[in-house]
């Protein structure tokens, strides 16, 4: 599943308005946004952990953890690029991803999987430990899908949207509920990749459900920063993100 290196496509992303209304939040030694879900919805003992794409603490992210907690989630995004997330209005023309994959806009803060791994640890601790948080379930965006994949059996519960560089034995390692939503028109999660994933998941056994739902029309990045004045996007976007409550509200208990 393992998918291409990340293009223009990866970085191209609208900014969505709207003012988020959690908390900044230290999560060991990274940043983190927490948000609060009301007292009369939320779901006892029960969290996500929002994994980013590699706009990590955006506002994007920000509303759209606002939404999980709005349906009962306690919710928790960590910078997993570790102060070093590119700004939304990045331009990728040019830019060398494996070189910042590799060691950071300072060459010395890597965003490799033992660094990433790091700070998605710090996460769960932080709900676990300081939340007293017990059903624990995670959402991986691009970037952050793959740690989704890497921190079973942490995680009981999984979602992903357009994941990035999830490795196959990632994948078939996950051996708890997972949902994927997939894009059309995505060169890095490929229809080819897609249906290798399909492959991988079958071979679960019944108590391990999945589910991977494509949307027609959208690229790469659409359930997170896609153009919402466009109909189309805007609707896959709102249906990923219930597509995921769903998937939590049945598997996260």
């Not at 007292?39 to 509303?63: E, G, H, M, Q, V």
């Not at 960590?78 to 023309?93: E, H, K, Q, R, T």
């Not at 509920?177 to 079958?202: N, Y």
Request: charged share 20%.
């Amino acid at each position: 599943m393992a998918s291409l290196p990340p293009g223009e496509c990866c970085a191209r992303a609208v900014l969505h308005e709207g003012t988020p209304t959690g908390q900044a939040v230290k999560v060991g030694a990274y940043d983190g946004y927490l948000a609060v879900p009301e007292a009369a919805k939320a779901r006892p003992d029960t969290a996500i952990l929002y994994l980013p794409d590699i706009f990590s603490l955006s506002p994007n992210a920000k509303l759209i953890a606002d939404q999980y907690a709005a349906a009962g989630y306690l919710t928790l995004i960590v910078d997993v690029m570790n102060g070093d997330a590119l700004p939304i209005d990045f331009d990728p023309a040019g830019f060398d991803f494996p070189k910042f994959l590799a060691g950071g806009s300072s060459g010395d803060n890597p965003h490799t999987p033992e660094a990433v791994d790091a700070v998605v640890q710090a996460g769960i601790k932080y709900l676990t430990e300081d939340k007293g948080v017990k059903k624990l379930g995670s959402v991986g965006y691009c970037f952050g899908a793959k740690y989704v994949a890497r921190h079973y059996p942490a995680i009981q519960a999984g979602y992903m949207a357009h994941p990035s560089w999830v490795s196959e034995e990632e994948l078939a390692g996950f051996k708890a509920p997972l949902s994927i939503a997939a894009a059309q028109d995505d060169f890095i999660f490929t229809t080819e990749l897609r249906q290798r994933s399909e492959e991988i998941l079958k071979q679960r056994p019944a108590d391990q459900p999945w589910q991977i739902n494509v949307y027609s029309g959208v690229q790469h990045g659409f359930a997170t920063r896609c153009d919402l004045s466009q109909k189309n996007q805007k609707w896959a976007k709102e249906q990923a993100f219930f597509q995921a409550v769903s998937w939590f509200n049945a598997w996260l208990v």
